[in-house]
């Protein structure tokens, strides 16, 4: 089953932050992060696994609520190279038996 | 070092013809997967292989099939192509299951 995503879009400034989320009703093994530039091929951002702990690199992190199924994006101090489309892409067991299901994805938009 | 090499990238065909489409990976990957990309759908899953000579159903299988006769390779084939199937087509490969995946360039396939 689809992950649900949210913001479907968010316009922001450069060097605000903003949040994006990726809910699932399934239990979850991990969340996948990826971004996809128009016209380009999704490119990886991060994982967050079962039990493990919020990721992050540069101003861009993550965490993941397993209580909830439940992951978060966070874009710190927004620059312009952070616009496109954000996915999650989530797996039911580890080991990549499933494959990943990928949200709808957030159109993020970052004006100067 | 290429990556994740898509063939063709552009292509335009009549309902009922049939294609293949060819990723290649040069990174001794295992796992390679195929998606579909449709406007507020994002990725969805059509096949997936674990290793060489093995395949596996995604979300959206119908009208398409696969083979990876080659550990490099990954072939998605259509025997009638229909409107639907119009679509931007993405081939993936990992390491293993759950790790990272690398995209390709993308195909831009239209069935007229």
């Known amino acids: 089953q689809q992950p649900v995503q949210s913001p479907q879009a968010v316009i922001l400034r450069e060097g605000e932050d903003a949040v994006i989320n990726c809910s699932s009703s399934?239990?979850?093994?991990?969340v996948h992060w990826y971004r996809q530039k128009h016209g380009e091929a999704p490119v990886f951002l991060m994982i967050?696994?079962?039990?493990?702990e919020q990721k992050g690199h540069e101003k861009i992190s993550a965490s993941f609520n397993e209580k909830k199924q439940q992951s978060s994006l966070y874009l710190t101090a927004s620059q312009l190279s952070y616009s496109g489309t954000y996915f999650c892409?989530?797996?039911?067991?580890?080991?990549?038996?499933?494959?990943?299901?990928f949200g709808k994805g957030t159109h993020l938009i970052i004006q100067p | 070092n290429a990556g994740v090499t898509q063939t063709p990238k552009f292509r335009v065909l009549k309902t009922g013809q049939s294609m293949t489409l060819l990723c290649a990976q040069d990174?001794?990957?295992?796992?390679m997967y195929w998606y579909r990309q449709d406007p507020g759908m994002g990725l969805r899953l059509i096949h997936y292989?674990?290793?060489?000579?093995?395949?596996a159903k995604g979300e959206v299988p119908d009208g398409y099939n696969v083979s990876r006769l080659k550990k490099q390779n990954f072939l998605l084939g259509l025997e009638s192509a229909a409107p639907s199937q119009t679509s931007v087509y993405f081939c993936?490969?990992?390491?293993?299951?759950?790790?990272?995946?690398?995209f390709g360039d993308g195909t831009r396939l239209s069935i007229l």
């Open positions: 993936a490969s990992s390491y293993w299951g759950g790790q990272p995946q690398h």
């Open positions: 399934k239990a979850l093994y991990s």
């Open positions: 967050l696994l079962k039990g493990g």
């Open positions: 892409g989530t797996e039911r067991s580890g080991g990549g038996a499933d494959g990943l299901t």
């Open positions: 990174m001794n990957h295992e796992y």
């Open positions: 292989s674990v290793g060489e000579g093995t395949t």
